[in-house]
């Protein structure tokens, strides 16, 4: 059983499935009320009805990410609502094109980018005094193994170049928020979990060998609590450590 999230605000991004869904659900269990936001509005509202029928409470956002206007609106939205934001996770995430980098067309390197880092940033930019305003606010950026190993995975640039700068904008965020605020910012490596992505990612690979993101989530509604303490650090799940980041010598 999670730790208790009880009249938490938490936003999850890309929660129609995936990590984004089963961490919504096991937010909402925990007492948080979801704002959950992905493309896919049929996908929400099946999320809706299990959050409800849990005893939990959750608020659809159907947008796409890359609609920054509307997700600056989406933080109007929750200062008229709620005055703050307890939990911000960032999960909404794309592959992109698995080829070499000379074979990239620019579209493809912008999409990736937009939704994978750009999205993040426009969100830290609309939720960060709110995020100031909740007495324990919580941001949660999910991450890969990948931004620090793309020596291992030729032909995924955009992916690994992205996710390298998503832990570089968290660990920014991280700084600016430690010593002055409550808010505290982790990143975290969910390591091959059984998803649409991870099959898209490894077409040949036994799903079924594979943990499940219902196996993650109740570590990142840990990582969500007030009692959470840690700040600009990786949380890795694969082998269950929190790791931190040190300068190059
Ligand atoms: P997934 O099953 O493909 O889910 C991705 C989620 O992101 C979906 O809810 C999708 O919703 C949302 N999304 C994508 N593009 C969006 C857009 N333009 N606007 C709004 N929402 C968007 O992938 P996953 O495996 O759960 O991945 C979740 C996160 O974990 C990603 O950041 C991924 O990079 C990371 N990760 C996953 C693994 C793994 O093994 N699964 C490993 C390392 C890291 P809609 O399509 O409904 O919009």
């Known amino acids: 059983m999670s730790a208790s999230l009880q009249g938490r605000?938490?936003?999850?991004?890309?929660?129609?499935r995936g990590i984004g869904r089963a961490v919504a659900l096991e937010l909402a269990r925990a007492g948080a009320h979801i704002i959950a936001l992905a493309r896919t509005?049929?996908?929400?509202?099946?999320?809706?009805?299990?959050?409800?029928?849990a005893g939990g409470q959750a608020t659809l956002t159907p947008c796409d990410i890359k609609d920054f206007d509307a997700l600056d609106r989406l933080g109007g939205a929750i200062f008229q609502r709620w005055g703050k934001l307890d939990i911000l996770v960032g999960n909404a995430g794309v592959l992109g094109p698995v080829t070499?980098?000379?074979?990239?067309?620019?579209?493809?390197?912008?999409?990736?980018?937009?939704?994978?880092?750009t999205a993040n940033w426009r969100l830290i930019r609309s939720l960060d005094p709110l995020l100031r305003a909740s007495?324990?606010?919580?941001?949660?950026?999910?991450?890969?193994?990948?931004?620090?190993?793309?020596?291992?995975?030729?032909?995924w640039g955009p992916y690994a170049a992205s996710k390298a700068a998503l832990e570089a904008l968290a660990r920014t965020y991280a700084a600016e928020t430690k010593n002055i605020?409550?808010?505290?910012?982790?990143?975290?490596?969910?390591?091959?979990?059984?998803?649409?992505?991870r099959a898209l990612a490894m077409p040949g690979e036994n799903p079924l060998t594979l943990r499940t993101p219902?196996?993650?989530?109740?570590?990142?509604?840990?990582?969500?609590a007030p009692e959470w303490t840690s700040t600009g650090k990786l949380y890795d799940f694969p082998q269950d450590s929190v790791l931190s980041f040190s300068a190059p010598a």
């Open 181 to 197: 605020t409550p808010v505290r910012v982790m990143i975290v490596n969910p390591g091959p979990l059984r998803t649409k992505m």
């Open 135 to 155: 007495e324990a606010g919580r941001a949660v950026f999910i991450s890969s193994g990948v931004a620090h190993t793309a020596e291992t995975r030729p032909y």
């Open 9 to 16: 605000i938490a936003l999850v991004t890309g929660a129609s």
């Open 214 to 224: 219902e196996d993650l989530a109740p570590k990142i509604a840990e990582i969500c």
């Open 100 to 117: 070499p980098l000379g074979h990239i067309e620019p579209k493809q390197w912008d999409d990736v980018f937009a939704v994978n880092v």
């Open 41 to 53: 509005q049929g996908a929400l509202e099946e999320l809706d009805d299990e959050i409800r029928a």
